[in-house]
């Protein structure tokens, strides 16, 4: 089976979320053995290279364009010569796309805070979700909750959508600027904003010390985001700053 990948995020030196994503399906899909069986297109605007090790059944397959580069350079590519799946790991198919496709929805986000979007990204996020929750072939969710949240928002097909929870990398090697702490501690690391939900992860952890009094500290680790100043507001109003 000839499989291809939208992998324009696995091409970046500096990965967020969904390029971390991407590269580490890629780089894992590339250990399996039953991928000897299929060959591999990674679809990529950039000339960027890449670290991983990957398999002759792998090729990389450069499609310049200077602007919408999904909707526009890899549905001429589709249109063409389209392989017999495409896997998309973001919430957006092309305009034309293959018969057999998969794509990945991480959450929606937008549905719960769209005060925190503009107009024409808002329209973006929930017009993009709507087109794969009526035409995506399989779709995956990473976790139950976006799963519900995609039948509550969009009426989404249940049998359709599979759960697969993000995966955890138990080799990363962890440098830290500062010693690690020497006490029991829970560790959330990502955006510190409302749309991350993290103003509940401290709710829920205050209601941990004072009723059931455990000895953890909360770390949040991550940039600043929407609703900071909510969050922070939470922090500073309890006895567990």
Do not use: C
């Amino acid at each position: 089976m000839n499989i291809g990948i939208h992998a324009k995020g696995a091409f970046k030196k500096e990965r967020t979320g969904v390029e971390e994503y991407v590269y580490q399906l890629i780089k894992h899909f590339a250990m399996l053995d039953e991928s000897a069986d299929h060959k591999f297109k990674l679809y990529t605007p950039t000339n960027s290279e890449t670290d991983l090790y990957l398999p002759p059944n792998f090729k990389t397959e450069k499609l310049f364009s200077p602007f919408f580069w999904t909707k526009a350079r890899l549905s001429l590519k589709m249109i063409f010569n389209s392989p017999d799946v495409l896997f998309m790991p973001a919430n957006f198919l092309p305009v034309f796309y293959p018969k057999k496709n998969v794509v990945t929805i991480h959450g929606v986000e937008f549905e719960y805070f769209p005060e925190a979007y503009s107009a024409p990204m808002l329209k973006h996020l929930k017009t993009g979700t709507k087109k794969i929750v009526e035409e995506a072939t399989k779709i995956i969710a990473v976790s139950h909750a976006t799963k519900n949240d995609l039948i509550r928002f969009y009426n989404a097909d249940p049998k359709k959508i599979t759960v697969i929870h993000h995966g955890v990398n138990s080799q990363i090697a962890y440098h830290h600027r500062y010693p690690p702490l020497d006490e029991k501690y829970i560790l959330y690391v990502g955006r510190l904003e409302k749309r991350k939900n993290v103003h509940n992860i401290v709710k829920a952890f205050i209601i941990l010390k004072e009723k059931f009094k455990i000895p953890h500290k909360l770390v949040l680790v991550g940039s600043r985001g929407y609703g900071f100043t909510e969050i922070n507001n939470e922090i500073e109003s309890t006895g567990h700053k």
